[in-house]
């Protein structure tokens, strides 16, 4: 059974962009997963095709309609493979991890609502059951790019797409790290050169040196991963002070 996506949004000819090209454009192309787009203003309910409203209680911007956006969510949903769980992108929602796009990636596929404007009704959410996600701690100006991120993500894991050689096992976040630091060819660049080990032809040297690498830059890269990694407290950064310090 492949993996099947179906986004709504107001901008279906955004897709599948990157996603048909490279990697994911060839599974796509051989059926390893489906993209289908739902245009959302298909089920607006008057002659305007209006889908949004102005916020309750005032304010800037418009907000996108339960109504409308349910009567796309339903449709979609009755129109693919059963159980698909179904995401809204929002700078509201948890943050995505590499643990939940490997849950995601082993299902049935998704459904992905992309917002606009100043969001969404936030009755949706709870009527319909959807997972609210985010990509990162800043805005962006509608919910697709999120999509074409999170749907990336979930179809580089999908079984036959990087090839037997590369599992992504050993990539950043999958035990809780970064990844450790890469080099190639030439030896000698720049007066900089490839770290000894790696041309040392010792294995076992080599996975000890990445797996040392590997937590170092965790440790000062990433100190809230390498505090769940280690069990430690989370320090906070020297000279970062909480508002009610000051
Ligand atoms: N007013 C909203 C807020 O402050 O939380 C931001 C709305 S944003 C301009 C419009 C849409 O972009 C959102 O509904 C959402 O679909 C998408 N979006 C923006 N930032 C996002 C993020 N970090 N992750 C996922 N989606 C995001």
Known sequence: MSFAATVLTLYPEIFPGPLGISLAGRALAEGTWSLGTVQIRD???DR????????AGGGAGMVLRADVLAAAIDNAAVDGPPHRPILAMTPRGACLTQSRIRMLASGPGVIVLCGRFEGIDERLFEARGIEQVSIGD???SGGEVGALVLLDACVRLLPGVMGAASSGDDESFERGLLEYPHYTRPVE?????IPEVLRSGDHAKIAGWRQAQAEIDTRSRRPDLWARHSG???QPP???RHEKDE
């Open 138 to 140: 800043y805005v962006l």
């Open 43 to 45: 089920f607006a309910r």
């Open 232 to 234: 430690a407290r989370v």
């Open 48 to 55: 305007h095709r209006s889908v949004d409203d102005t916020p």
């Open 238 to 240: 020297s000279g970062a």
């Open 189 to 193: 660049w720049e007066g900089r050169t």
